[in-house]
């Protein structure tokens, strides 16, 4: 049988799609092992994707609730860790279960990622790394995210890059195992499973989206102060979506920076599901973001994106797509706010074929899945 590890909604957004294959070509869902660095949206996620509940749950974030701080980190970590050892036998027993070749399947960035890839080697149960490859070419820049994926590239044994490019990372590394190239990053097949449909009231076009939660940005007040400023001024030339994540929302209430978004021309909106995000999304101008994840899909849809970081290890959108990096330049976000995203409109790019299904032919192939045809209509 195989095991898919995940813990945030960034993994099961892009890992859904190859659950519902698995099904799909089976008859039966992977076995899906939830660490819970994100337990309060995990449960919405898993229905809105068509996907049952974990069949294991070896942690539940800091007291139930979505990891926030990274202090809460060590003492998650320190459960997922305790679980995954008590019931090493019975996992073991149930990717067993089925009589086929065993597998534990990770993906991304996360410490999920490096925690899922452990278990499998605990297990001595071959690791596959979905979206496998991505650099930034600093270990500390995305922190930890960058290192999460050079540990993780040393315990996996087959690594999914999503592209040339990250197969050619994995290349020039040396990694030991076997390197697939699914052609694109499955966040395409994401895309084409969720109805696209916004669950609150958007405002006459043209409007532009504001997201951003990542630690690097929310713990540097004056960093944070100065692009919330950029944020404040540009509402008043396209009116702004800011999207209240909570840790987000933590961050400026400790700091005491909400009152910059108490201007003209900005609404603060709370955190969506996943189908109206993108609905959201589709309808918008333009998206200022901190997120990897929306930097794929703004590269699939066409969709004028900047993310405000100093690195990415993606290079999804970027060269002449319609993303922008600004490299932390604030001169760079108040260009792209004011009206510099125009230039950014381009088609949506979607892969010739279906990231998922490269992955699915796989294990089929090496002896995961069993040997007949996809239901109608699986991916």
């Not at 957004?13 to 099904?23: D, Q, S, V």
Request: with cysteine; proline share 6%; aromatic share 6%.
């Amino acid at each position: 049988m195989i095991g898919v590890v995940f813990g945030t909604t960034g993994e099961l957004i892009k890992i859904a799609p190859l659950c519902r294959a698995i099904r799909d070509r089976s008859g039966r869902e992977p076995l899906l092992i939830c660490t819970g660095q994100q337990p309060e949206q995990l449960p919405d996620m898993l229905r809105a994707f068509g996907l049952r509940q974990p069949d294991v749950w070896l942690a539940r974030g800091s007291g139930g609730r979505d990891l926030a701080r990274a202090a809460d980190i060590p003492g998650w970590g320190a459960r997922v860790v305790g679980n995954a050892a008590r019931r090493r036998g019975w996992l073991r027993r149930a990717l067993q279960s089925d009589g086929r070749a065993p597998m534990v399947i990770v993906h991304g960035d996360t410490f999920t990622t490096v925690a899922g890839a452990l278990m499998g080697r605990a297990m001595a149960v071959p690791v596959g790394h979905v979206e496998a490859g991505l650099r930034s070419g600093d270990w500390r820049n995305p922190f930890p995210e960058e290192l999460n994926r050079r540990i993780t590239s040393r315990l996996a044994r087959v690594h999914f890059a999503p592209g040339a490019w990250a197969a050619g990372n994995l290349r020039d590394a040396g990694v030991g195992g076997e390197i697939v190239d699914t052609g694109a990053n499955t966040i395409a097949d994401s895309l084409a499973l969720v109805t696209a449909t916004p669950e609150i009231d958007l405002p006459d076009p043209p409007f532009g989206v504001v997201s951003i939660h990542r630690f690097e940005l929310l713990r540097d007040q004056a960093r944070l102060r100065a692009v919330l400023e950029a944020i404040r001024d540009g509402a008043r030339r396209t009116p702004l979506l800011f999207v209240d994540h909570p840790v987000t929302c933590d961050a400026l209430t400790a700091q005491g920076l909400d009152g910059l978004l108490d201007g003209e021309g900005i609404t603060r909106i709370p955190r969506q599901g996943y189908g109206s995000f993108i609905g959201l999304l589709t309808r918008s101008a333009f998206l200022l973001t901190d997120s990897g994840g929306c930097q794929e899909e703004a590269a699939v849809l066409g969709h004028p994106t900047l993310i405000h970081r100093a690195r990415t290890e993606r290079r999804d959108g970027l060269d002449g797509g319609p993303v922008v990096l600004s490299h932390l330049d604030l001169d760079e976000v108040r260009r792209f706010l004011d009206g510099g995203w125009e230039a950014s409109r381009r088609s949506g790019v979607r892969p010739g074929e279906s990231p998922t299904g490269v992955i699915e032919r796989w294990l089929v192939t090496h002896g995961h899945l069993a040997e007949h045809d996809a239901a109608p209509g699986g991916r």
